[in-house]
């Protein structure tokens, strides 16, 4: 199959309608994406990604009015994070209606909705008449893709149309949040919208309910606690200490701002020289790839500090690291 890179949304319209699937351009991540509304569609999508069928999918809106399409009940809290952060990255966990496909749910009563910033998306998604599922657009467990390149890179001949919308914005996956308890939010992923915010918006006590979600299987898209794998191994620590446990190896490293000095034949990657931690997040899917590209054997990186967005930094790179233990094997 030869697949066409462009900016044509009428396009990538007609393909979707059609049952095929599009890459679309989102300020997370770039996602696969295909008719929520049609399981063969669905069914696509877990058969190009390789990704296994328990994992939920999120639909993409175009607007936070049409959430109630799909959503059964959606509590003030909802409403209120929404009037403040949508089209934004953040996914409410919301009970789904019938006309939601458990395929795309993976059983689970609720179903996953986010409306994307980005303008191409929305501008896309104003033209069809139902909701788009879109993982992110690359292997399962493999680094997400930021860029038409990286989605050329991972699936290039198998699917028709790229929709290329520049570098992804934010660069990390949206915020799930759920309502099951009243008064309260739950927070069941880090990701482009920082725990704070939540809090400072809703006014609601934000509880992590992350351990137990995948304890007993993933509640929503991207909660598992290996994913986001680099080929090279990767360790997290105290990166100098790190670099000297691999003599011999090809090493690179990833930073928050500053550079170390005295590591001879250690790649330094810093993801933000100023000290922006929604400029690392925006940059650190594109340097583990680069990372992969240049063919290095391992990757050792920081800790991020736990403000704004570096929760969510350091949820990707233990995820990844996650994927290298003995015992876990890369899917």
């Known amino acids: ?150 989605v050329i890179d991972n699936l290039g001949r198998k699917i028709p149309y790229i929709l290329d919308g520049g570098p992804s914005s934010v660069g990390v996956e949206s915020t799930i949040v759920g309502f099951e308890e009243p008064g309260k939010i739950q927070l069941y992923r880090l990701g482009g919208i920082a725990v704070e915010t939540l809090s400072a918006i809703s006014g609601a006590e934000v509880t992590d309910v992350r351990s137990h979600a995948v304890a007993s299987g993933p509640q929503g898209p991207g909660m598992l606690k290996s994913h986001y794998a680099t080929h090279a191994a990767l360790y997290i620590g105290n990166v100098r200490e790190l670099a000297l446990q691999f003599p011999h190896q090809r090493i690179a490293s990833i930073q928050f701002r500053d550079t170390y000095p005295g590591l001879p034949g250690v790649r330094q990657f810093v993801l933000s020289p100023s000290g922006s931690l929604n400029e690392a997040a925006a940059q650190l899917f594109a340097v583990m790839r680069a990372i992969d590209d240049a063919g290095f054997d391992v990757i050792v990186a920081e800790h991020f500090p736990e403000t704004g967005l570096g929760p969510a930094i350091n949820d990707r790179l233990n995820r990844a690291q996650a994927m290298h233990k003995p015992g876990t094997r890369l899917s």
């Open 1 to 150: 199959m030869y697949t066409e890179t462009g900016t044509d949304i009428q396009r990538a319209a007609t393909l979707l309608r059609q049952g095929a699937l599009v890459a679309i351009p989102t300020e997370t991540v770039y996602g696969l994406a295909g008719n929520g509304l049609n399981p063969a569609a669905v069914s696509e999508i877990f058969a190009v990604k390789e990704r296994p069928f328990f994992n939920p999918l999120i639909l993409h809106i175009p607007d936070w009015q049409s959430a109630s399409l799909y959503a059964a009940a959606i509590p003030e809290a909802a409403h209120k994070l929404a009037a403040a952060l949508c089209p934004g990255p953040l996914t409410f966990l919301l009970p789904k209606k019938e006309i939601v496909p458990d395929l795309v749910t993976a059983g689970s009563p609720l179903v996953a909705l986010r409306v994307p910033a980005h303008p191409l998306t929305r501008s896309l998604l104003s033209l069809l008449d139902f909701p788009l599922a879109a993982p992110s657009a690359n292997p399962f467990g493999y680094v997400s893709p930021t860029s038409a390149q990286h």
